[in-house]
């Protein structure tokens, strides 16, 4: 766990630098520039969509390589067998990234949500807007694979402002 959160903590350097992230959208966007101009006859191109367009890039890019990370160490160490050892480990760390691995595991292999929990951790100070919503995905992803009762939809919806919309509709079990 630890060698995919060193490389998930060396990727949050990167993109974490300002000076960083304008290299990384300016390199994207003259890609997208010249994708462009090998396509179109169109001479004029708007640099500021491309800029927008590069940055929505850049941050879904990230995204996914967070979640991606989280994800690959959820199922490389998850076990219904090891989540004590699983627990105290990412208790001590007592970090974003351990904590989204903790409730990964407990969703995956144990079928647990504990929602509450979740709800008081993402709205933390050291929790960024980036890791918010990677922990609301993994839930999301929990609610499309399992049967929620209407009930707890309401309870995720509230809690954690993820609209019903991105919940689904799945075949509700009755209270």
């Not at 903590?9 to 890609?31: A, D, G, H, P, Y």
């Not at 941050?59 to 959820?74: A, D, E, L, T």
């Not at 007592?94 to 995956?108: A, R």
């Not at 309401?154 to 509709?169: C, V």
């Given at each position: 766990?630890?060698?995919?959160?060193?490389?998930?903590?060396?990727?949050?350097?990167?993109?974490?630098?300002?000076?960083?992230?304008?290299?990384?959208?300016?390199?994207?966007?003259?890609?997208?520039?010249?994708?462009?101009?090998?396509?179109?006859?169109?001479?004029?191109?708007?640099?500021?969509?491309?800029?927008?367009?590069?940055?929505?890039?850049?941050?879904?890019?990230?995204?996914?390589?967070?979640?991606?990370?989280?994800?690959?160490i959820v199922?490389?160490?998850?076990?219904?067998?090891?989540?004590?050892?699983?627990?105290?480990?990412?208790?001590?760390?007592?970090?974003?990234?351990?904590?989204?691995?903790?409730?990964?595991i407990l969703?995956?292999?144990?079928?647990?949500?504990?929602?509450?929990?979740?709800?008081?951790?993402?709205?933390?100070?050291?929790?960024?807007?980036?890791?918010?919503?990677?922990?609301?995905?993994?839930?999301?992803?929990?609610?499309?694979?399992?049967?929620?009762?209407?009930?707890?939809?309401?309870?995720?919806?509230?809690?954690?402002?993820?609209?019903?919309?991105?919940?689904?509709?799945?075949?509700?079990?009755?209270?």
């Amino acid at each position: 766990m630890n060698v995919h959160l060193r490389s998930l903590n060396n990727f949050f350097e990167i993109i974490k630098n300002e000076k960083e992230q304008q290299i990384v959208i300016e390199l994207i966007s003259n890609r997208l520039e010249e994708i462009i101009e090998e396509k179109s006859d169109d001479d004029e191109l708007d640099n500021d969509k491309l800029r927008k367009t590069a940055e929505i890039i850049f941050w879904n890019m990230n995204f996914f390589v967070v979640i991606g990370i989280i994800n690959k160490i959820v199922h490389s160490l998850g076990s219904d067998k090891l989540n004590v050892i699983m627990d105290n480990v990412c208790d001590e760390l007592n970090t974003p990234s351990s904590f989204m691995v903790k409730q990964g595991i407990l969703m995956w292999y144990q079928k647990n949500l504990r929602l509450d929990e979740i709800a008081d951790r993402i709205y933390k100070n050291d929790y960024s807007q980036l890791a918010a919503k990677s922990t609301k995905l993994m839930v999301v992803e929990h609610y499309s694979v399992h049967n929620i009762s209407f009930r707890d939809k309401q309870r995720i919806e509230d809690k954690l402002g993820i609209r019903g919309k991105m919940l689904g509709t799945r075949k509700e079990l009755p209270d």
